[in-house]
């Protein structure tokens, strides 16, 4: 089926139908099962990234560090950092599926193509892609969440909401990425994303207390998205629950709408226009 046929299907359908066909789990499950067949091994070393980061800073360096002050509380500097590792490997599990692969998909191996010469419209497509980015997300934040817990890093109950924090922190991500992705045109400028990862990895408070920075600093790293999931994941494992959570929640619903969007719109164009 050639182009003009897809936009000539595209062109039949009515309203919400032209948008989604309420099908985004086959699309899900599709990838799922290429993931687990060919990729399982690269899947889960991203697991171990940041408990190795964890026992060598956390537990090494932190024996040295003692204790960082959080919310008026002294904690460990293993149960500071513990927290802001967690929402790191939720990113990087939605980062990397939502980019890299779906970069890949676009480009090469034109499987949307053949998916929106389907019944599937190109939500159906988002939301399955951005479900399987989720899912790796959230299967790292769990094994994480578990070495937390063995490690006693978890100082209070309101960590049991942790792990659906990290799951809204990787929905933000993956929206984010897989829009930012079908712009991309070329492997240099898929490097531009480990390019802005990497300093906000590192200087969104995940390693220092946000104080250490001077002022104008702080402000440029409180506009990170990686700052908002650190210090939600960060109150909820150390008990230090306050209003301004609701203000990291709102930061991601609005990462999630607009990734969605442009997402969508942008597959429209590509290949249903």
Request: positive net charge; aromatic residues 14%; proline residues 4%.
């Amino acid at each position: 089926m050639t182009t003009v046929d897809h936009a000539a299907q595209y062109r039949t359908r009515r309203g919400v139908g032209a948008l989604y066909a309420g099908n985004a789990r086959s699309v899900m499950y599709r990838g799922w099962r290429a993931t687990r067949s060919t990729n399982w091994l690269v899947m889960l070393s991203g697991l171990f990234e940041p408990i190795f980061y964890l026992l060598s800073l956390g537990i090494g360096l932190g024996a040295l560090v003692g204790t960082v002050t959080v919310d008026g509380r002294e904690v460990p500097y293993a149960a500071f950092i513990a927290p802001a590792l967690l929402a790191v490997a939720a990113m990087n599990g939605a980062i990397y599926d939502s980019t890299w692969n779906v970069f890949f998909k676009i480009r090469f191996a034109k499987l949307y193509e053949g998916m929106l010469a389907t019944s599937l419209g190109p939500l159906d497509v988002a939301l399955g892609e951005i479900s399987l980015a989720l899912l790796r997300g959230g299967l790292y934040a769990a094994g994480f969440m578990v070495v937390m817990q063995v490690l006693g890093l978890a100082l209070s109950w309101w960590a049991l909401l942790a792990i659906p924090a990290v799951l809204l922190i990787a929905f933000g991500f993956a929206s984010v990425g897989m829009a930012v992705t079908s712009y991309l045109k070329s492997f240099q400028e898929m490097d531009w994303i480990n390019f802005v990862m990497l300093p906000m990895f590192l200087f969104s408070a995940t390693f220092y207390p946000l104080s250490v920075y001077p002022e104008p600093i702080q402000w440029v790293i409180q506009a990170l998205p990686l700052w908002h999931g650190v210090e939600l994941v960060r109150g909820l494992t150390t008990g230090a629950v306050g209003p301004a959570m609701l203000i990291h929640v709102g930061y991601y619903v609005v990462m999630i709408a607009l990734g969605m969007f442009f997402t969508t719109k942008r597959l429209r164009a590509l290949f249903l226009a």
